[in-house]
Structure formats: C-alpha cells, structure tokens
C-alpha cells in the first residue's frame, strides 16, 4: 500500500474514531450548540430593542445584524472541545498507543480536524435555523450562499488547527478548557454585537484590526448585502494565515511529543 493511500485509510479510521466519540459523548456537543443559541436568544429579546434602536432599528434589524458575531462565536465555543479532547489524547496515553502502531502519524491530527470541522457546522446551521425562526431575513443569492458557507468553512478549519495546537500545548484537559477562552471575546471585542464607532478610540482601533471583525463584516455583506469593501480579501488572508501558522504548530509539536 503506497503511503498516501496508508493516510488516507488511517485518516478515514481516525475520522470515524472522533464522530462516534461525539455521539457517545453527545453532552459537550449540545453544550456546544446550545451556548451560541441562549447568546442568540438573549440578545435578540433581551438587549435586541434597545441595540437595534442604535443602528436606527429595532429587533427585527438587530436579529440581522448579530447573526454573524454569533456563528463565528458558535466556532469558537466548539473551539474549546477541540482543545479538550486533543488534551486527553495526548495525557491519557493514547497518542503513545498510537505511536506504536503502523499508522500515518498525520491521520491522528486530521481526525481530530475533520471531525471537529464536521461538528461545527452543524452547529452553526443549528444556529441558522434558530435566527431564521426568530426573524433573521437574509437577502443572499444561491452564490452568496455558498461564498458566506466557504468563508465560515475557512474560518472554522483554522480555528479548529488552533484549538488543536493549544489542546497539545496544554498540560492537561482543564487547562485545554481555558485556552481558548479569548477567542469566544473576539466577536464582543469587535463588530459582532454593536459597530465599531460606537467604542471607545482604543477599543476601536483594537475592534477594526483583529481578525473577527472583516470575517464578519464579510458575512454581513454577503448575507444582508452589505458593503464588503477590502474585508473579504482581509478576512480570507487571516483565516488562510491562522490555518497555515496553527497547522505547522500543531504538527511540530506532535513531531516532538
């Protein structure tokens, strides 16, 4: 068997090992699913009036507007189980297992990847159909919808590397927990809940440069039509570079584990 067909087989194998690993342990799934959702919930009929009269609307508008900031926290919660799960591999002795067998030693990574990918979005299409049912309208094409499902695909691929190479990095599985935590403040940290003009100079400045912002003024844009401007093209480049640096660290790191 050449050594491509080998990975592919043993990735297959590691694949199936994480999405039987999510339906025996379906209650951090459902966690992981249902934070986004009571985010959602909560601001639409809690703070939804009140927001949505700042952007010159009411909640019907603010629904719109809080969708995107919601799918890309959605990612990064599942984030937080990625890391988790990575942790235990590495701290239980099964990576070590693993090392003594005749398998591709890259199939142990993409199971954890793939599946985590696989896990997320469906999440997020779980919390499509929640903002779909309370009053999110998008205006978006058949081509705009599957431009905005290829940009949270990119987006949760590196996020996903992320979470794997912290869950590596991490001594043990309550530490994996933690270490992804900043990530779920990015969307609050940025436009995800309320425009960037309305912070503070500093916090705006932070706001406008980090990389949630063009990701979800992108989906915006290509949801509600929007204008995109260079964000599209910004929100690509930081997606592509997190996958690239956190691939390459996730990899050295499992090389010397």
């Known amino acids: 068997m050449s050594t491509v067909s080998l990975a592919v087989r043993d990735s297959s194998t590691m694949i199936r090992r994480q999405l039987k690993r999510l339906v025996r342990y379906p209650s951090m799934t459902v966690q992981l699913v249902a934070t986004p959702v009571i985010l959602l919930l909560l601001f639409v009929y809690v703070f939804g009036g009140t927001l949505g009269a700042g952007l010159g609307g009411g909640r019907d508008e603010y629904v719109d507007y809080v969708v995107p900031g919601i799918l890309l926290m959605a990612a990064a919660t599942a984030a937080t189980g990625t890391a988790v799960m990575v942790a ?14 005749r398998i591709s030693r890259s199939s142990v990574l993409t199971g954890h990847v793939v599946g985590s990918v696989i896990q997320q979005l469906l999440g997020m299409a779980v919390v499509i159909g929640v903002a779909l049912g309370i009053g999110f309208h998008p205006t978006a094409t058949a081509v705009e919808w599957l431009a905005a499902a290829g ?107």
Do not use: H
């Open 88 to 101: 235990s591999d590495m701290t239980e002795g099964i990576i070590a297992r693993f090392r003594t067998m």
């Open 151 to 257: 940009l949270l695909t990119l987006f949760v691929v590196a996020i996903t590397w992320l979470a794997v190479a912290l869950g590596m990095k991490s001594p043990t599985p309550e530490a994996a927990s933690n270490a992804p935590m900043p990530l779920i403040l990015l969307p609050f940290l940025g436009s995800g809940f309320v425009p960037t003009d309305s912070m503070p100079t500093a916090i705006r400045w932070f706001a406008e440069y980090q990389p949630f912002t063009p990701i979800m003024e992108t989906l915006r844009g290509l949801l509600l039509g929007t204008p995109i401007g260079n964000s599209g093209a910004i929100a690509a480049a930081w997606c592509a570079g997190i996958a690239v640096l956190s691939y390459l660290w996730a990899k050295n790191t499992f090389n010397k584990a």
